[in-house]
């Protein structure tokens, strides 16, 4: 809040003289006109604007270029025309991240007051469209959320102009004469609220100034901006200032808390203790695990300076903790009767990617469980390999929902110095890349060391799973709220005492609920229609909407709705706890059969190579008999990548790539079933030893 | 245990051909003779060693100069005779931090080879004392642990003295003539063992270079090294090659989930909800809150660097996450419709302190919570604030059995910006320090802004507390083992039919203990004496022990002995769980008495000034009637460090610090009772407002 006041006087110097105007928050130009109307002591007439960030299509070594639009709410801001006018190709919404990391702002609270934000080095390459109504304005009260949708500010064309001219570095500036497409542009507060057609065309527009609650792509049509919108939307996740990382907001904590509950008792039944070491690592330990450590140096981040001290040597962040914990292992192993050692630890670890980052899946920190044994022979480390595989395995199928299949990775995907490397692979059908946790044996000296990981990215595995285009759907094992009860059906006939008959079977119902162990929660929020309750809700994928009314309780029941298939049903007030709980297993196997199917529809067995690209290209994984060779595996992921060059890959920033890999599957294919010494690996014509799984991945 | 392998290769660059050999871990000098008796292929006659390092008295403004003495076995090695020789003063065993971070090695571990490890800078101050027993060895093999106590190499006294030669930069070489205290220090490989005069001597020399289970130092004689001791020897914490952390291992790792499953349900019925942050902020964010992060500045810790690329802009690691999360409380906080918004995190936060590090009381990493909420009005706040504080008293008094005093801090102690810092105070007797964890409530322009947080340092609070020159005492509450149970009675006559009987009588206690929910295990290990088992599981404070014997059974009961008293009692096996149980329950209630007692006996109402120095000076804290005026505060400080000059500081390492004001109590002394008007500020003779409890503090 206090940042409103540094506006204030950043505002000041830059000649505006009025302070933001403070209303209720609003999400689209009918409530802004709305919220303003209640406010006293504004200007008699104002024009309410939008500002919207595009993105043109670029080749990856140009510096980005983004384009800000600055105009009237209601002019038809037709990208394409934009995009003429300034000869660049393909504008497109910029994603979070662009508006979060140039612009230090965000969705909701985009306005040209962002432009002073952007650093020297960016400045340079932004362009600037201002709309030529705002200029010939004649109102001299040109509305902006300042910083968030819950303040007002008016400022002259005047003023805006000389705003433009004030941003150092800014050299881009272009008016443009958008063709009105309503009546009126201009709200006369006499009116009290724009006209429909006004608020109507702003309403259909995809207006990246003004927050909305709801998810206004399809997961079909773009899904790198369908993941941003569904996380940031449902509060899961909120995009933070330091690029790559991100903030776990509670909704998603609360599934991470449910994974250590159900991971940590199971690896304490396998006497796996807990412990913490520390996150910095000196570089002669890091160093001392070369091999190990190899593919993680260029990514790891050196602290150098403690205050204004710099230290005599860098100490680096773990960016995992074999190097750092096997010294120890030397250590406290003094002979076989220290054997079994095994013990896990729950922390962030930082691996400093300069690829693109994303919100769970490739993030710069992230949290995870790192599990690391020694033990003295080589079948008792295996055992407790596929023990914890196994754990993995009820993580993702009994508490995400989601489906996987368990193998050994190939030798050249397999950790370094590992005997062996197991996995369980998930797959997002919606991009067809697979996705992996793992866990390893390596032989050392003495003892069979192991070590397993499972992080945060499992979040994101199963929000790009069972999300739809109204966003987040929520495995009910892991929902933080399973049952949302919301009142309805109440309208101006009914008394305050109807209401409160309404709101107290709610409360009753939620009480009953709770006491067996069912959260739930009660929406008894005023100023809301039922229909944004659902929204809200919808969009945070709560498994189970309960709706009550008069008429539900005249028939002594209630309306359920299920958020996976949106199937409503009524149900007895009588035995409703059970009823709940049913519908909650329901709804949690439904959920994993249907994402079952899918993953199922999209392993294909391929016999023949020609099949093999095209059936990647599809989305697919595949299955094909391999001879397990490593030479091979080089041979498929260059040919993968060179045959599929035509290919359009299925959002911008990933590239065109080969397959490899991704596990040999402990359950084999039976039809056709490999025969050893007549089947034919399918690329290079060796004999094939098993069938393995192919595919992209993440 | 590939170390071993670069110190093979190593040795044999400085002229040792020998591979060390490898055996049991022994912990003395008895068992080490005994450990090589069983190996084949040794020299036929060996010599046994001690490797000692000590620490001269120096002022703190030179640079430290460690002195290291090779001696044989059983020579007399006396500080005194050393320092003497070497004009240095008040030698004392060196502790752990020295010979982790100058010597890169630990107890158990040290020998000559520690030298190499010496940094240049560090290397010539080092000085090394050489028996000139050893030099004079006619044997040719004299015996040094290389790297850990489980093995062993054999080097001439040439091959010492030109191993001490190749040691780049060492200068100080001296030779002393120890009176050997013992008839013979040459260990005939036909004796089998040595003398048992020798071994007996060995034994009572408290030597650094043997790793003892036990502790071999009072609490009350030496209170650091006292600490360090129960920490390293219960496997509570190991030390760490990066000075200021430190691993925190299982013992102690499960106090810390103990609290957490505590405070997490605390919480979570407060309405608070957990999330992440992203352990970096911007230097930009960390500077927006300047006042606020004035204090941590010189102790934040900047990373500069990932993989070999230079960043544009630092970033730092959180010392604390206000300035983290409150940009975004902005943002999520768009009218009062929004409040309150309450969230914790469990984290790590980095304070690269300068100051001596102290395991779980001051280290540069600590695991923590931190609790931040945004409430309407400043009487919410408040509610919060008290009843977090509740929790940490709770945490503090109920599960690990130290009793504190609650109130508020002083205008000059509570946060910057704070309206009010509410706290617990806790005391360590040893020292006669207070210690704290606080809650405060920050106003800001349209909301009070909380934050609390509790640290791992909890953990060391618990340690100082109920230790003993035994090691650890656990509270039964937090204790990961509650009972261990013992088979003893078992002698030579006994058949093997009769230990089974035994075995099968631990292990169904055990499994009725555990049926119950006690936290009971049996320690069935062959080659370890009852007596072993016993120092084993005193160390690490294990509540309850029970012994089971032939006779107990006989008897239908078992003994039990409390770590706590020593007190031992038979206890029948009919309703032995719920005999168990309440026991566990006795022990928790009588340690918080105990302690309370400790306390409060420590706790003196001052009613002159005249009293108030020597008070603090007798260890113990002072309650005085106070003007709560900054001025006087500081006052009381100057004074109270200057009248204390005479006065010798209870370890070297702590400052003569004055007194600072830890709490206005919530619960005021009432006899005599403060009369507002007429009770005087025993410092300044003001008007006296409340008493107020001064201390020094950590």
Chains 1, 2 share one sequence.
């Not at 750092?324 to 250590?331: D, E, N, S």
């Not at 294909?604 to 599809?618: A, G, H, Q, T």
Request: overall charge negative; glycine content about 6%; aromatic content about 8%.
């Amino acid at each position: 809040m206090s940042d409103i006041t540094a506006l204030v006087s950043k505002l000041s110097g830059l000649g505006f003289n009025d302070t933001p105007v403070e209303h209720a928050p609003v999400e689209n130009v009918e409530q802004w006109a709305e919220a303003l109307s209640t406010v006293s002591g504004l200007p008699a007439e104002y024009t309410l604007t939008k500002t919207l960030i595009f993105k043109p299509k670029q080749p990856k070594s140009e510096a980005m270029a983004p384009v800000v639009v600055i105009a009237k709410h209601d002019s038809a801001t037709n990208s394409k025309a934009i995009g003429n006018e300034l000869k660049l190709k393909e504008l497109r919404f910029a994603n979070d991240d662009v508006l979060t990391d140039m612009f230090q702002t965000a969705k909701g609270s985009v306005s040209p007051f962002a432009l002073a934000n952007v650093s020297k080095e960016n400045i340079a390459n932004v362009r600037v469209v201002v709309d030529k109504a705002l200029l010939n304005d004649s109102t001299g009260n040109i509305a902006f959320h300042p910083l968030t949708s819950s303040h007002t500010v008016f400022v002259s064309a005047a003023t805006l102009q000389s705003f433009l001219k004030a941003v150092e570095g800014l050299t881009h500036v272009t008016e443009m004469d958008f063709a009105a497409d309503a009546e009126t542009a201009t709200v006369a507060k006499a009116e009290k609220k724009p006209s429909a057609a006004a608020a109507a065309a702003a309403a259909s527009d995809e207006v990246a100034g003004v927050s909305k609650g709801g998810i206004d792509v399809s997961k079909d049509v773009d899904f790198p901006r369908w993941y941003q919108q569904v996380l940031t939307r449902s509060d899961m996740l909120e995009y933070y200032d330091v690029s790559g990382c991100y903030i776990v907001r509670p909704l998603a904590y609360f599934v991470w808390q449910q994974i250590q509950e159900f991971f940590d008792a199971g690896i304490r039944s396998l006497g796996v203790k807990n412990c913490y070491f520390p996150m910095f690592v000196s570089s002669k330990v890091l160093e001392r695990e070369k091999d190990h450590i190899e593919g993680f140096a260029p990514e790891v981040a050196w602290v150098t300076r403690a205050g204004s001290t710099e230290l005599a040597e860098p100490i680096a962040i773990r960016p995992t903790s074999e190097t750092v914990m096997y010294p120890y292992f030397a250590k406290w192993i003094r002979s076989h009767r220290d054997l079994p050692l095994k013990i896990n630890q729950w922390c962030s670890v930082v691996r400093w990617e300069f690829k693109n980052p994303q919100p769970f899946l490739r993030t710069r920190e992230f949290l995870w469980q790192e599990g690391h044994c020694a033990y003295l022979t080589e079948k008792e480390a295996m055992v407790e390999v596929y023990d914890v595989l196994t754990l993995y395995r009820r993580i993702y199928e009994e508490l995400l929902a989601v489906p996987v299949i368990e193998g050994v990775k190939s030798d050249k995907e397999k950790f370094a110095g590992g005997v062996a490397t197991t996995t369980v692979e998930g797959f997002i059908a919606a991009t067809g890349r697979g996705i992996q946790d793992s866990g390893a044996d390596r032989p050392k000296l003495h003892v069979h060391q192991t070590s397993w990981g499972l992080s945060t990215r499992t979040i994101g595995v199963m929000v790009m799973t069972h999300g739809d285009d109204q966003g987040l759907v929520m495995p009910p094992r892991v929902a933080e709220t399973q049952v949302i009860i919301v009142p309805c059906g109440l309208t101006a006939k009914h008394s305050e005492e109807d209401r409160r008959v309404v709101s107290d079977a709610c409360l009753n119902v939620e009480a009953r609920l709770r006491a067996v162990g069912v959260r739930a929660e009660s929406d008894l929020r005023e100023h809301y229609t039922p229909g944004q309750k659902f929204n809200h809700w919808e969009v945070r994928g709560v498994p189970i909407r309960v709706e009550i009314g008069p008429k539900d309780l005249e028939k002594h029941s209630v309306m359920t709705a299920r958020r996976d298939t949106f199937v409503k049903a009524p149900v007895a007030l009588e035995g409703l706890e059970s009823s709940i709980q049913l519908l909650l297993v329901t709804i949690q196997n439904d959920m994993l059969v249907k994402a079952r199917k899918t993953f199922d529809d999209r392993v294909k067995i391929v016999l023949e190579w020609n099949e093999f690209v095209p059936v990647l290209n599809s989305k697919c994984l595949a299955l094909i008999p391999w001879c397990e060779r490593e030479v091979c595996e080089d041979q498929i992921k260059t040919r993968s990548s060179r045959d599929s060059l035509g290919d359009e890959p299925e959002d911008e920033k990933a590239p065109s790539m080969g397959a490899k890999s991704l596990c040999l599957p402990s359950k084999q294919p039976t039809n056709p079933p490999i025969v050893h010494g007549e089947t034919k690996c399918i690329q290079c014509g060796e004999n094939a030893k098993r069938y393995a799984l192919f595919g992209r991945s993440y």
